[in-house]
């Protein structure tokens, strides 16, 4: 593939409302495909919204559902990614986001580091995923993240030794501030965080933030999307719903890997004879 061109979706859903969530998606497919998007990315938690406490139950979708089949009946005219609460046949609940294309689930991944600190609860609601994978679909390597596992540098790195080309982060990230704008500081370090693992790692990151307010907590938008040189190159910028479409040339990868072969001269080996040691192994 030459070129990806991406969609994010940055929307407000309501919350605990699945309905009219699948609705808002469906709409956000259908203008992206008119926009010639190859891929539309959603938010963390886009088709229930966040602050789902007990409703959490009454949400939950395992991946047979008609809810879910509606959006993988989607993916056959476009690749989509959205997330979910997921109900394992075990009964756990877990934040998940899927990659479908072709009527099918390519990829999903359950969100590994559950924030359960200050304003955040999903440890007392979910289960953790654990594990973290990268995947292949028309010679484009892709991994995915969800908000608090990008906080952890251990899951883009675990992604980059894997040969990503594009990272995604599905996101519900609330506007928190030290002072002055109630968004600034949040928003600030997500957009340093996306171009300096774009940079670090010599690669695409996506990162698709929704917006709105729950419980009167606002969540400040602004998705983006960094290259492999750690330079923006499109997005949402400002807090309101909005579509941006964004191409990503995959030749500019291997311009950046010669000029910066980070990931060539990386050496796991080392990184995990030191973890042996720092965590009692041999």
């Known amino acids: 593939m030459q070129s990806l061109r991406v969609a994010l979706a940055q929307i407000s859903p309501v919350l605990g409302d699945i309905s009219a969530n699948l609705n ?12 010639g998007a190859d891929l539309i990315i959603f938010p963390e938690l886009g088709l229930t919204g966040y602050s789902l406490k007990d409703m959490a139950l009454d949400v939950a979708r395992d991946c047979k559902h ?15 990614v959205f997330s979910f609460v997921e109900e394992s046949e075990d ?17 999903k991944h359950r969100k590994v580091y559950l924030p359960t600190y200050g304003l955040f609860e999903e ?6 995923g654990d594990d ?14 969800i908000c608090e596992d990008a906080w952890h540098p251990s899951v883009p790195y675990l992604l980059s030794l ?8 599905t996101a519900a990230g609330p506007g928190r501030a030290l002072s002055g704008d109630p968004n600034s500081a949040s928003q600030a370090f997500w957009e340093r965080m996306v171009r300096t693992y774009a940079q670090l790692f010599t ?32 997005g949402v910028f400002s807090h309101e719903v909005g579509l941006a479409v964004v191409d ?10 010669f000029r910066t072969p980070l990931l060539r001269d990386e050496d796991p080996y080392l990184t995990e004879r030191v973890l042996r040691r720092l965590t009692g192994g041999n």
């Open 24 to 35: 808002l998606h469906l709409e956000q497919i259908e203008a992206a495909k008119q926009q």
């Open 66 to 80: 008609v809810d879910i089949v509606t959006l993988l009946e989607a993916s056959k005219s476009i690749d989509i």
């Open 91 to 107: 009964h756990r609940f877990y934040t998940s986001s899927i990659y479908a294309a072709k009527g099918e689930i390519k990829h």
């Open 123 to 128: 440890g007392r609601q979910f289960a953790r």
């Open 132 to 145: 973290i994978q990268a995947f292949t679909l028309d010679d484009v390597r892709f991994g995915m993240m």
């Open 162 to 169: 894997a040969g990503v080309d594009v990272m995604m982060i």
């Open 203 to 234: 690669t695409y990151v996506i990162f698709v933030n929704r917006t709105g307010f729950e419980d009167g907590v606002f969540f400040f938008g602004h998705s983006l999307v960094a290259n492999p040189q750690g330079e923006l190159i499109g």
């Open 248 to 257: 990503l040339p995959m030749q500019l990868l291997r311009k950046v890997r």
